[in-house]
């Protein structure tokens, strides 16, 4: 090692462990308690599936009235089998489960799945017994899957723990369904159609196992592929969306949601006992995530196959070849509802089509090649449309005429089967004729579907998919920090409002939470009496607008409380009287406690609303969209989940029918967009921050070309009474800027150690540029040369953390990165690991010993148990700062690593 490396150095960790819900999938033995032999029952079924399994385990009957079921003997309890018991499948009424779940803790049993129904979809006594359920269960440390569920299979090692009558084909599908009826109808036609999983199972009401849990693990999992899903309910959001964000990116999870009606939401609830969550919300809190929903259980497995053959569009344009014009009608129809884009043509390429087509072809897209379109003609087309510089990707459509060759055309296509970044999907239209030339196209890879609207929608869903990762880890635009947040004024003005008993700010009240948040307001003064309005209005200056000051009310039009262009004395004397004898006849005394006065600004430009209400399941939403006082009759806008960059806020505006106003229409200037987005940020960090905000919104915010203000703001908050850690989560956590401080270097120098940010990718990569070979190589144990160090693709997965996940720090110093930690949870355990690296230029200053500390500070208050790394045995620099903070080290002779390991509370 070299002598220039000291204990500041950089260091690796790889540690390896077995994960906890593997004894879900792979048990060396399983019970089986209610096992039975009553034929058709599900006791007997599952007792037989599983002896019947090639999994490799022992199966143990638990049925205490009898001395064996099938053959096997029988145990009266778990805790009399002879053997340790890694699964138990429960299958006894819903009464006795808390009892069966407390012998199997006692036991040492580490997962039960609970096939029993009768919980909480069966009311209040149900919900008491899954609470005692788990209760038992996390006193011995037990993992549950169900209650309520078909069980799990494991094709690949044969495990089939569920009352199904067939196991899966093994495959690179992760299945998991809320619904069990639903798997066994699937599995049924998987095994016609021949689609293999990796895992199969059903998980009912989600109990303790979820969404995130199992999407983490089939994450982790190398033989899936792809993660479809089948809900009826969320259960924890913030942990879907952690784990949905995280592996999305390398996996697609392709998810249909049931309950889109209100009648559906009402069965979704009845059958899991939980709320089905509103339908927008969920759209956007899956397109945060990179979910991709859809809304046919075909298009579920479509789209696994889809993005597991063919590269992901990188525009929504689609080009379309077809040798009958009715189909790519059709298609276009679908493409168009689906919201999507047909090619415009180069004119290069219609050139080059034009050599090749007869004279009748269709000379636009789609591509009619005509009827007696041979083999040759349609490879020639499509290796000419397939280097259009304006397509996205390309649909060919055949159908089955008499001087058709379906299978002579489908072997022409096969070196077509890789474009680069664009994908190509196939319809052979028709039966037995074409059946040849699909098999051809399957093998090449090149998807196929029976009809040309539904490969138009799976390329829709594609370019929805990829759009959706690409706004995830786009590197947004970093906020100027010219306008300071005044975090402690709005604190101090929501905690004098709480101790007065009011939930409801004044106008002028929410106007300042706004302004301390750096989003711009009219000027807006109270005037608690009439002379007062007068004085007011005349150091304005004409015209000016009166409002209602009421502690009490918040929507000011509905008692009149709103006069607008005021252009004189007696207009302001008479709008006073006026909204004065409003009140009181459509409000009652009380409510009036003077008027707030505004200059009359003109509204020459657009109205917008931007506000944040709460959703039962995902806590605070944000909302955009068209404003004014017909907000709610026009229903322009877009919802997103709190905290926002500019990237996403961005992406909140595009889907909105205003957004295209806002570019400039008419002769009207384009609104200033970057300036808008930057204020959605500062908003939605508003309300990321303030969490007994209950609801807000500006309405209308007015948007021109050389200005953004807030005219009318309003602002509810939480009852005073209610318990903090009671109010609503984010369903995304925002940045933790309660882990930045100052540091001072040896050489006297302050560095700034914060956590990371999206928008430290640029920093990032000049921080690269600063590291040694050995540096880059005691952290990551090989080498890397900088190319692969700062590709966009490697920085976002660093720089786009899920900080309920993991914690990365950077340490700046003159607006530069000069070194970065990083705590990453473990799936599943209360481990965490560790690693840091340093710029060289900034070694034996003390840096790397605060770095490695300041991750176990943050360790012990995120609640980790224990925090582990492995080190490379020459760096010893590193070994060092380990003892000195009091790691336990353990290196014997045939590691290639040192390991180290920390245990908090011990």
Not at 845 to 865: D, N, T
């Amino acid at each position: 090692m070299s002598s220039s490396l000291k204990k500041e150095q950089s260091m690796s960790s790889v540690y390896t462990r077995r994960q906890p819900l593997d004894i879900f999938f792979t048990p060396k033995n399983v019970a089986v308690i209610g096992a039975t032999e009553t034929p058709q029952s599900v006791g007997r079924t599952l007792l037989w599936n599983l002896m019947s399994s090639p999994f490799g385990g022992t199966v143990y009957p638990v049925n205490p009235k009898r001395p064996n079921v099938l053959g096997i003997k029988a145990y009266k309890s778990v805790k009399d089998v002879p053997d340790a018991i890694d699964l138990a499948v429960v299958v006894t009424p819903a009464a006795t489960v808390p009892g069966v779940i407390s012998e199997c803790a006692d036991a040492g049993v580490k997962g039960a799945i609970v096939i029993s129904a009768g919980f909480k979809e069966a009311g209040a006594h149900g919900a008491e017994l899954e609470r005692k359920v788990l209760e038992e269960a996390r006193r011995g440390g037990m993992r549950i899957i169900g209650p309520n569920c078909l069980g799990v299979m494991a094709p690949w090692s044969g495990m089939n723990a569920t009352f199904a009558t067939t196991l899966a084909r093994a495959g690179n599908v992760g299945f998991i369904s809320q619904s069990g009826a639903l798997c066994t109808a699937i599995l049924d036609w998987s095994l016609r159609e021949l689609v293999g999983f990796s895992a199969f199972l059903s998980i009912g009401s989600m109990l303790d196992v979820g969404w995130g849990d199992l999407i983490y693990y089939l994450g982790d999992d190398p033989r899936t592929k792809s993660i479809v899903i089948y809900m009826e309910t969320i259960g924890d959001a913030r942990s879907f969306l952690s784990a949905a964000r995280e592996v999305a990116l390398t996996k697609p999870i392709i998810l249909i949601k049931a309950g889109r009606s209100e009648a559906a939401a009402k069965a979704a609830a009845s059958h899991t006992g939980s709320m089905a969550g509103s339908h927008e919300v969920l759209e956007a809190a899956f397109r945060r995530a990179g979910v991709l929903r859809v809304d046919r259980i075909s298009d579920l497995f479509y789209m696994a196959e889809v993005l597991a053959k063919q590269p992901r569009p990188r525009g929504p344009k689609l080009t379309i070849l077809t040798n009958a014009g009715g189909p790519g009608v059709l298609a276009t129809d679908a493409l168009m509802a689906e919201g999507g884009e047909l090619t415009e043509l180069a004119p290069e390429t219609m050139e080059k089509l034009n050599a090749i087509l007869p004279p009748h072809w269709s000379r636009q897209n789609p591509i009619d090649i005509l009827g007696d379109a041979g083999p040759d003609r349609y490879a020639k087309a499509v290796e000419i449309v397939a280097k259009d510089p304006n397509s996205d990707g390309l649909l060919v459509i055949l159908t089955p005429q008499g001087m058709t060759s379906p299978t002579e055309i489908a072997e022409q296509l096969r070196p077509y089967a890789r474009i680069e970044g664009k994908p190509i999907l196939a319809s052979w239209m028709g039966g037995a004729d074409v059946a040849g030339g699909e098999a051809v196209l399957n093998r090449a890879d090149i998807p196929t579907f029976p009809y040309p609207d539904t490969a138009a929608r799976a390329f829709q869903y594609m370019w929805r998919y990829s759009y959706n990762i690409r706004g995830i880890y786009e590197t947004p635009l970093a906020l100027p920090e010219s306008e300071p947040v005044d975090r402690g004024a709005v604190d101090a003005m929501l905690a004098a409002a709480r101790n007065a008993g009011r939930t409801i700010l004044t106008e002028s009240e929410s106007k300042q939470v706004l302004k301390a948040y750096g989003i711009p307001v009219v000027e807006t003064v109270v005037a608690p009496t009439l002379d007062e309005a007068v004085a007011v209005s005349a150091r304005i200056g004409y015209p000016v607008v009166l409002k209602l000051y009421s502690e009490t009310i918040t929507h000011k039009t509905d008692v009149g409380g709103v006069q607008l262009n005021l252009l004189d004395e007696t207009a302001v004397r008479a709008a006073w009287t006026a909204i004065e004898t409003g009140v009181r006849e459509k409000a009652g005394e009380g409510h009036f406690q003077g008027v707030t006065v505004q200059p009359m600004v003109s509204t020459s430009g657009y109205e917008i609303i931007l506000g944040s209400s709460l959703d039962p399941q995902f806590g605070p939403v944000l909302l955009f969209g068209a404003g004014g006082q017909l907000v709610e009759v026009f229903r322009d806008r877009a919802l997103a989940l709190p905290p926002l960059n500019t990237t996403l806020a961005r992406r909140m505006m595009q889907e909105t029918r205003i957004y295209t106003a806002l570019q400039g229409v008419r002769g009207r200037k384009s609104v200033d967009l970057a300036a808008l987005e930057r204020l959605i940020v500062r908003f939605s960090q508003l309300v990321a921050e303030q969490p007994w905000i209950k609801e807000i919104d500006i309405n209308p915010l007015l948007a021109t070309s050389d200005r953004l203000m807030a005219l009318d703001a309003r602002v509810i908050l939480h009852p005073p009474e209610t318990n903090l850690e009671a109010l609503p989560k984010l369903a995304i956590r925002p940045y933790p800027s309660q882990y930045a401080e100052d540091f001072t270097l040896k050489n006297g120098a302050v560095v700034r150690i914060r956590p990371i940010r999206p928008e430290d990718e640029p920093k990032m990569v000049h921080f690269h540029e600063t590291l040694s070979e050995e540096s880059v190589y005691f952290r990551y144990f090989h080498m890397l040369n900088l190319s692969q160090r700062i590709a966009h693709e490697r920085l976002t997965r660093i720089c786009f953390i899920d900080y309920d996940r993991e914690m990365a720090l950077v340490v700046e110093h003159d607006a530069q990165i000069i070194g970065v930690g990083r705590l990453t949870k473990l799936h599943a355990t209360r481990d965490a690991e560790f690693a840091i690296i340093l710029s060289d230029a900034y070694h034996h200053q003390g840096l790397g010993s605060k770095l490695v500390g300041r991750l176990l500070e943050i360790a012990e208050k995120e609640g980790v148990g224990r925090v582990v790394a492995e080190i490379l045995p020459e760096n010893t620099a590193m070994q060092a700062v380990c003892r000195k903070l009091g790691f336990k080290l353990r290196h014997s002779p045939e590691d290639e690593v040192v390991s180290v390991q920390k245990t908090f509370g011990v």
